[in-house]
């Protein structure tokens, strides 16, 4: 059965300004279609299902992954039966966020409980979203003077980053104590509500040697454990247990350091 689904981009975008020798090269590549179709690369949605997050890229002459590519991240939120029914459209735009890193946004993941999402760039930041909190206002229908809740926006709430390193990922833990992000060759654990560093494990020599950083991270469900891909295609393990409270995650920090040397491989 086919669902419908929400329209990224309205129209196809055409520019004067575009140069000339872009539509040429494109042309003589046969990807001029592809200048001006952007196209979804991530989405994530909220653990109740409310929100969808997608992230969307116009790309430029090299392609979705050249540095001049234009990325939008989107907020969506999902109808009610009622209107759903009625205009068989299942998400409406809450956000819009043009170019949300400096650079190619390289992940997305949501939190498992809250309305937050983390996204990854690979010019070295990674960025927490949050909704803020609705707002009630008084309906000024002559029919219902009832105080209705206008829905909140999502907005950048906390920036961070790891030595300057490219960000490639990043995965929340079942109960959202941690948050993952793969920076080079290592995988970082964030607190994720003060933004602040509570370790780092790092692939061991004999998975990273084959070439490239950490692509990918995902903690494994009801396990403690941290999975990594390495852009040799090599996977790596970790265990990073996930405590309940700031206080049992830095006790836990120095028994990650302790196991990342065992765990990374097995």
Known sequence: MLCPCPQVSPRNPVSLTESAANFAAAAAAGQAAALLTPAVVLQASTADGQSLITVDVRPATGGFH?????????FWDCCSSSLLAGSNVPYTLNTSADAPHSGAVT?????P???????????????????????RRSSS???????????????????????????????????????????????????????ALVGALVVPAECSSSGGSLRQLS??????HLVGLVGGGHQAAAAASAGSSNQQQQQQ???WSDQSARSWGN
């Open 66 to 74: 050249c540095s001049t590519a234009e990325s939008t991240l989107r």
């Open 107 to 111: 992940g997305l993941c949501c939190h």
């Open 113 to 135: 409980t809250q309305h937050m999402a983390v996204t990854t760039g690979n010019e070295g930041e990674f960025k927490v979203w949050q909704r803020s909190k609705a707002q």
């Open 141 to 195: 229908s002559t029919t219902n003077n009832a105080e209705q809740a206008a829905a909140g926006h999502w907005r950048c709430s906390a920036v961070g980053g790891y030595k300057g390193l490219g960000l490639n990922g990043c995965s929340f833990s079942q109960d959202g104590s941690l948050l993952a992000v793969a920076a080079g060759t290592a995988a970082t654990l964030w607190d994720p509500y003060e933004t």
């Open 219 to 224: 903690f494994v469900h009801n396990s403690p």
């Open 253 to 255: 920090q120095q028994q």
